[in-house]
């Protein structure tokens, strides 16, 4: 279980596991119920050692139903939320099935990016660990504000193929300056002269690109942006 303040200690233990036990296929880091995953993403995004190392798949967010709204600390709820590529939503079998729909519609309304499950008395039926395609889930659905509507969700779209260099650039700069405002960022891109699509996640001021499964389609690159966004210059990604 990881501390919720994060040392420099943190990236020294993960290449250490890594090479104290090479035949893991996975690690699973469990934070405390206040911690700030940005902080713990992080890193397998910048090391380069560690991006060496490991593949980061995926951040699961748990959602206590009953109790979502009395967080203690709801900024934080909010953010964990909003980083997770899944959410499990327990306690759901004390919940009508109206009270479910609901919930799920606030939890969507957060996060249109994560793909949702409940648990029933712990367990979750269409939930598997192993798998590594929610984090390649976009939304359909236009930009909205939200329950919370101090979180928003920003799609930004680049209808013709993308020179990497220039773009590349921008999403640097923009997600370094707006790393506190700008919890979530995922894509798709078409880069020019590229034969896949290249699939972009990020988190707290870090990002990463990986190349997808589809073939380049020289269409529309879509960028996806979740956080504090009132006081964001979209036209600087551009």
């Not at 405390?32 to 713990?40: K, L, N, R, S």
């Not at 700069?173 to 798709?188: F, Q, S, T």
């Not at 690109?209 to 389609?217: K, Q, R």
């Amino acid at each position: 279980c990881i501390c919720c303040t994060i040392t420099n200690e943190y990236e020294g233990v993960l290449a250490e596991l890594a090479e104290s036990f090479p035949n893991v296929e996975h690690l699973l880091i469990e934070t405390t119920g206040i911690a700030d995953p940005a902080a713990v993403i992080r890193p397998f995004f910048r090391d380069e050692n560690l991006k060496e190392l490991y593949k980061f798949e995926r951040c699961i967010c748990i959602v206590d139903a009953l109790n979502f709204e009395k967080q203690p600390d709801k900024e934080i709820a909010l953010k964990q939320l909003v980083i997770a590529d899944e959410a499990i939503i327990t306690k759901a079998e004390q919940f009508f099935e109206k009270n479910k729909n609901d919930f799920q519609s606030i939890v969507h309304e957060i996060n249109p990016l994560a793909r949702i499950h409940f648990a029933e008395n712990g367990r979750v039926a269409d939930f598997d660990l192993l798998s590594s395609d929610a984090k390649n889930h976009l939304p359909k659905r236009p930009d909205s504000s939200h329950f919370h509507s101090e979180i928003k969700t920003k799609t930004l779209r680049f209808p013709q193929p993308l020179q990497k260099e220039d773009f590349l650039r921008k999403l640097e700069y923009n997600l370094d300056v707006y790393k506190n405002e700008i919890y979530r960022a995922k894509g798709i891109l078409n880069f020019e002269d590229e034969l896949y699509e290249i699939v972009l996640q990020g988190v707290g001021g870090s990002f990463e690109m990986i190349e997808g499964e589809n073939l380049n389609s020289g269409q529309e690159s879509i960028v996806v942006l979740i956080g504090r966004l009132q006081n964001i210059q979209y036209e600087l990604f551009y």
